[in-house]
Nanobody
Framework: QVQLAESGGGLVQPGGSLRLSCAAS????????VDWYRQAPGKQRELVAG???????NYVDSVKGRFTISRDNAKNTVYLQMDILKPEDTAVYYC?????????????????WGQGTQVTVSS
């Protein structure tokens, strides 16, 4: 059983910083692509940032220059460093990982979601 768990959310003032973590646990071969999404009240879930197994990254325009996604393969963890936070960054943040697992027929890549972590930016 593979699980992703986010942590690091909280309440922060505008201009502040938070670092979110997405840790994978369970029985798996490798973690491939990982994305961070967010969902604000009344809005659709939005892709924020992504990182490939090789370390290439991409960001939505609204967070470029403020957020940094990174990964520590030894710890099976992906991070989202969020700086210069704005009230409009307030949302529940989720990670989604494409993870290679063992199956009865060999290996397979499957998508897993974490439970989410709340980020609130307010004075």
């Amino acid at each position: 059983q593979v699980q992703l768990a986010e942590s690091g959310g909280g309440l922060v003032q505008p201009g502040g910083s938070l670092r979110l973590s997405c840790a994978a646990s369970g029985n798996f071969l490798s973690i491939n692509h990982v994305d961070w999404y967010r969902q604000a009240p009344g809005k659709q879930r939005e892709l924020v940032a992504g990182i490939t197994s090789g370390g290439s990254t991409n960001y939505v325009d609204s967070v470029k220059g403020r957020f940094t996604i990174s990964r520590d393969n030894a710890k099976n963890t992906v991070y989202l460093q969020m700086d210069i936070l704005k009230p409009e960054d307030t949302a529940v943040y989720y990670c989604n990982g494409l993870i290679k697992i063992f199956t009865a027929w060999g290996t397979s890549e499957r998508s897993y979601w974490g439970q989410g972590t709340q980020v609130t930016v307010s004075s």
